[in-house]
Each structure stands twice: as C-alpha cells, then as structure tokens.
C-alpha cells in the first residue's frame, strides 16, 4: 500500500490567519511536538552552515514569514556582517596605505613632472601656433596687395591691348594710304616719263639723258614747248 504524501499548503495565508498559525506552532516548538528553528553560532556560520526557520517552511502549514525569534536572530547577524565588513575595509584600506604610500608618493612625483613638461610643451604649442597666426595675417595682407597691384596691372593691360589694336588700325590705315599714295606717285612717274619721251620724239632729243647727266638734273631740265607746224 502506497502512503499517500501529506497536503501542504501552497497558498499565501493573510496577515490574522498567519499570525494564528505562528502562533500555534511556536507552542508546539515550546512543547517540544516540533523541531526549534536552527539558528547557528558564528563559528559554524563561518563553516558554511546556513539559518533555517521552521515556521516559515512548515510543511503543513508555512506562514511564509519569519518567527519573531528568527528575526531578531537575522538582524544581529547582520549587524555583525556590517561591522566586520567595516572592520575589514579598514584593514585594508590601512594595509593599502602602509605599502603603497611609496608608490603613490614616486607617481605622484611622476605625474607632476609630466604635468609641468606637458604644460610647458602647450604654452610652446600655443606660442608657435600665435606666431603662425601672425604669419598668416600678414600673408593675407601682402597677398591682398598683390591681389590690388595685379587688377590694376590687368587694367593697364586692357587699356594698353585696346591702344594697341588702335594704333594696329591707325598702321593700317597709313599703310594703306601710303599704298595708294604710292601708287598714284608711280603713276604720276610713268605719265612724266612718258610725257618727256613723246617730248623727245617730237623735238629730235634723245630719248635716253647723257650719261654724265644725272636722271635728276635731265628731269629738271626747263620744259620746251614742240614747234609750231607751218600753215
């Protein structure tokens, strides 16, 4: 025949039912019909050894809460836990202070020398970037001036391209002139010419100056007028 496990109560019970039901069973602790709530010394509790409250798991019927005993018990160990963690920092914080005092006196050293190095490079940098400003401004002036000087220089070119190209035309102009006038004084020649050698034809000259005589003073000759012809 199979034994048939034991109902527990599973549910949260109210604060009046769960009050009565401590109740109950801290007389039956006081009786002794119930095992007593372990609460373990210090010794144990630093072998590993945990608090266990009977009345907050009670298989038939848990209150899900602490007993009263079991609270008073958790909160002196944890008093206990605070001040000797308290206790322990201290330590610590006395042994980290005896061996590193050195340490922390050597870096701090360290880091002041870097502080002041790297600080003197800065007022350096700062320095060397004001001086390049400077250098800078005045390029931007001296380049405006160039920028000013090469407008104006463009403008004299432009002015000079436009005498070129009208002294260019005027050139031409003469050029062409003198062309013609050139033309019409070889034309004025050739009919002189000819004027003097129809003369000669008439006359009986000859048609060719001596050559002791220059072409010059032959042209300069006094004009004759031809004979007359007899009626």
């Known amino acids: 025949m199979k034994i048939q496990p034991k109902k527990c109560?599973?549910?949260?019970?109210?604060?009046?039912?769960?009050?009565?039901?401590?109740d109950n069973l801290l007389r039956k602790q006081r009786r002794g019909t119930m095992a007593l709530c372990y609460r373990p010394t210090a010794t144990k509790r630093s072998q590993g050894e945990e608090h266990k409250c009977e009345l907050r798991f009670f298989l038939l019927a848990p209150t899900f809460r602490y007993c009263p005993g079991c609270i008073v018990?958790?909160?002196?160990?944890?008093?206990?836990?605070?001040?000797?963690?308290?206790?322990?920092?201290?330590?610590?914080?006395?042994?980290?202070?005896?061996?590193n005092v050195d340490v922390l006196t050597r870096d701090k050293s360290h880091l002041v020398s870097m502080n002041g190095r790297l600080?003197?490079?800065?007022?350096d940098a700062e320095a060397l970037?004001?001086?390049?400003?400077?250098?800078?401004?005045?390029?931007?002036?001296?380049?405006?001036?160039?920028?000013?000087?090469?407008?104006?220089?463009?403008?004299?070119?432009?002015?000079?391209?436009?005498?070129?190209?009208?002294?260019?035309?005027?050139?031409?102009?003469?050029?062409?002139?003198?062309?013609?006038?050139a033309s019409d004084h070889q034309a004025s020649k050739l009919q002189i010419a000819t004027s003097h050698l129809t003369y000669h034809d008439q006359v009986g000259y000859p048609q060719h100056p001596p050559a002791y005589q220059s072409e010059v003073l032959y042209y300069q000759q006094p004009y004759q007028q031809l004979p007359q012809k007899e009626t």
């Open 9 to 22: 109560l599973i549910r949260r019970l109210p604060r009046s039912e769960a009050k009565s039901v401590e």
């Open 119 to 123: 600080a003197k490079e800065l007022q």
């Open 73 to 99: 018990y958790r909160r002196n160990v944890a008093a206990i836990r605070s001040i000797q963690a308290k206790k322990a920092k201290e330590i610590l914080m006395e042994e980290f202070r005896a061996t």
């Open 129 to 181: 970037i004001a001086g390049l400003q400077r250098e800078k401004n005045e390029w931007q002036v001296a380049i405006n001036g160039w920028e000013v000087a090469l407008q104006n220089e463009s403008a004299k070119t432009q002015a000079l391209t436009v005498q070129i190209s009208e002294c260019q035309h005027q050139i031409s102009a003469l050029t062409f002139k003198l062309g013609r006038e």
